[in-house]
């Protein structure tokens, strides 16, 4: 037998309201299996059903349809305390008349455990999430990164072994956020616990998770590792949502080995390596993401050539972003390094060729 999945859900589907007052589900027959161990994003769009996925997880919602099963163990009818699961929600809702130690012991305490069980195991959560030596403060006397912290301790102390974690980043700062990403994902290393973590800003969910489930409309579009989804995103949805990318209708001139050559506007040509099942005179849609795309000066006079000017540049740092205007109404997005100096290398106005490598073409699904 293999090893058990920490969460199955099985063709779970939500409707809010009556069944007088039926709408369109919140969730529409999601399937979806976590293993035990994983650092596990739920990733999508504001309002696309993620914080409903966890609430069903947890217990605080019921399906309409479907089960969630935890460790083999179907959770139909348990209420969220006899769960394996804890909950860190976006707001962090600590108890405000409370020191930091009793609202971390708050959970043991209401499972009736003794009292020296609780003082060790609340001081073993607060040494990993380094709050050591703030445990007699109160909560309004701890900044929010701090604040945090105690809320994911808290949800820490009753040893859960599944942690889902709503958007529990969102209200700190951007060097804070970036800071608790990868003490975030130390901590489920060292524990060792599944964690399940909504968000809706990918590179969060690009940087930490071991996998991501890309939800969208209430329905899973993609599960897989970061480096899948971004570079092998299975529709116009997922390529659009995680990071930036080109969109470039095209369509197929000819097939050459598994890839084809495609014709975009009048008369460009883009080779494409990968080219799945289209066939001829098919039209298909094309993403390239803007860092593999690249600019060169315009070469011989071929027309089967992307040549475009740059409408205009935006430097960020790190790298410039230009915006090239290419014949038939086609504009595409470049990201390239600057130059020795930090300076851009390109101007407004001028004229470019643009290169795609035909690995970096992905032809998608609708
Ligand atoms: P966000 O990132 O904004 O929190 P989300 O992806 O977590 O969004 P949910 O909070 O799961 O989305 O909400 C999904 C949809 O379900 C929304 O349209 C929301 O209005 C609706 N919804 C959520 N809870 C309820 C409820 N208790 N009753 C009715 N509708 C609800």
């Known amino acids: 037998m293999g090893q058990q ?59 309409t349809k479907g089960s969630v099963i935890l460790f083999g163990r179907h959770m139909e009818g348990l209420a969220p305390d006899a769960r394996p699961v804890n909950t860190v929600f976006q707001s962090y809702m600590l108890f405000p008349h409370m020191t930091v130690e009793e609202n971390v012991g708050f959970g043991l305490r209401m499972l009736g455990r003794p009292a ?12 990993l999430v380094r709050l050591t030596g703030l445990e007699n403060r109160s909560p309004h006397q701890l900044s929010g990164g701090q604040q945090q912290r105690v809320a994911l301790a808290r949800a820490l102390a009753p040893a859960p072994r599944v942690l ?30 599944t964690f399940v973590f909504v968000t809706h800003d990918q590179d969060e969910a690009l940087t930490m998770s071991d996998r991501i489930a890309v939800l969208g409309n209430g329905t899973i579009h993609q599960v897989g590792t970061p480096v899948d989804v971004y570079e092998n995103p299975v529709n116009r949805f997922v390529a659009g949502f995680v990071g930036e990318t080109n969109f470039i209708d095209a369509v197929i001139e000819r097939r050459s080995g598994a890839g084809a050559i495609c014709r975009i506007g009048e008369n460009c040509r883009l080779a494409v390596e990968s080219s799945g099942k289209a066939t001829v005179g098919e039209a298909v849609i094309l993403s390239v993401r803007p860092e593999k795309l690249r600019l060169e000066p315009i070469g011989q006079d071929d027309p089967e050539q992307l040549i ?30 600057n130059d020795v100096a930090g300076r851009p290398r390109l101007q407004e106005g001028e004229a470019v060729r643009i290169v795609v490598p035909p690995k970096a073409v992905r032809m998608l699904e609708g």
């Open 308 to 337: 475009g000017r740059i409408a205009n540049r935006n430097y960020g740092g790190a790298g410039t972003a230009y915006q090239v205007d290419v014949k038939g109404g086609i504009s595409l997005l470049v990201h390239e390094g």
């Open 164 to 193: 889902l974690l709503d958007e529990p980043l969102s209200a700190l700062d951007l060097k804070l956020r970036h800071q608790m990403r990868g003490e975030l994902k130390t901590l489920q290393r060292e524990t060792g616990i």
């Open 116 to 127: 020296a069980e609780i003082k060790r195991r609340s001081r073993h959560v607060l040494s």
């Open 5 to 63: 999945s920490a969460v199955e859900i099985r063709r779970l589907t939500k409707v809010f309201g009556t069944p007088a007052t039926e709408s369109t589900p919140v969730l529409n027959d999601v399937s979806l299996t976590i293993e035990d161990n994983e650092f596990f994003t739920l990733l999508g769009p504001s309002g696309c059903g993620k914080t409903t996925l966890l609430r069903l997880t947890a217990g605080f919602e019921q399906p």
